[in-house]
T-cell receptor, first 120, second 116 residues
């Protein structure tokens, strides 16, 4: 079974600074996807960034980037130029490659989350 | 931008009562999911649904749970006889097709279920 571990329950960062959130996962799969979702106080889950395991290049999305280390099974999220609106819970999630014949149907496996506070 | 919607936003019920949580997925999506998040805990997968049938379910999704897509737009989660431990935030999600490399699951805003 796959597991996702986020070892930092809470973090804080000053506005405009950079912060890195850690995530490790365990799987025997070779083909999979990794995600970071943001959950602000409104509690809606919002996709921040995704990474395909077969891609060596780290994904970036504006101020958000990942450091994907496949051999180490590590998938950290870096937030540059932190803004007050980045304050939220951040969840790392894993998804096996889709398999229509009795395998994964695309369900996400989440870590416990990291609560990020951006301070003015 | 299209979005997943869920109703109600908050449901309060008595233990043993039946509840139905409703979701309207994004219109051209084919795969639908329910997840649950007990307060302070991680989000947990409950069930996935495709082509009018359950395609995968977790251990949490026991006989008291059921899902259906009654009219081609709504996607519902029914809990037959609620227990105190069913109190949680329930998220609906949908995706176009998870086999697509660029596919993404879009989540609704959630329904907070409180069982008294």
């Amino acid at each position: 079974a796959q597991t996702v571990t986020q070892s930092q329950p809470e973090m804080s960062v000053q506005e405009a600074e950079t912060v890195t959130l850690s995530c490790t996962y365990d799987t025997s799969e070779s083909n999979y996807y990794l995600f970071w979702y943001k959950q602000p106080p409104s509690r809606q889950m919002i996709l921040v960034i995704r990474q395909e395991a077969y891609k060596q290049q780290n994904a970036t999305e504006n101020r958000f980037s990942v450091n994907f280390q496949k051999a180490a099974k590590s998938f950290s999220l870096k937030i540059s130029d932190s803004q007050l609106g980045d304050t939220a819970m951040y969840f790392c999630a894993f998804m096996k490659h889709f398999s229509p014949r009795g395998g994964s149907q695309g369900n996400l496996i989440f870590g416990k989350g990291t609560k990020l506070s951006v301070k003015p | 931008e299209p979005e997943v919607t869920q109703t109600p936003s908050h449901q309060v019920t008595q233990m043993g009562q039946e509840v139905i949580l409703r979701c309207v997925p994004i219109s051209n999506h084919l795969y639908f999911y329910w997840y649950r998040q007990i307060l302070g805990q991680k989000v947990e997968f409950l069930v996935s649904f495709y082509n009018n049938e359950i395609s995968e379910k977790s251990e949490i999704f026991d006989d008291q749970f059921s899902v259906e897509r009654p009219d081609g737009s709504n996607f519902t989660l029914k809990i037959r006889s609620t227990k105190l431990e069913d109190s949680a935030m329930y998220f609906c999600a949908s995706s176009a097709h998870p086999s697509f490399a660029t596919d993404t699951q879009y989540f609704g805003p959630g329904t907070r279920l409180t069982v008294l």
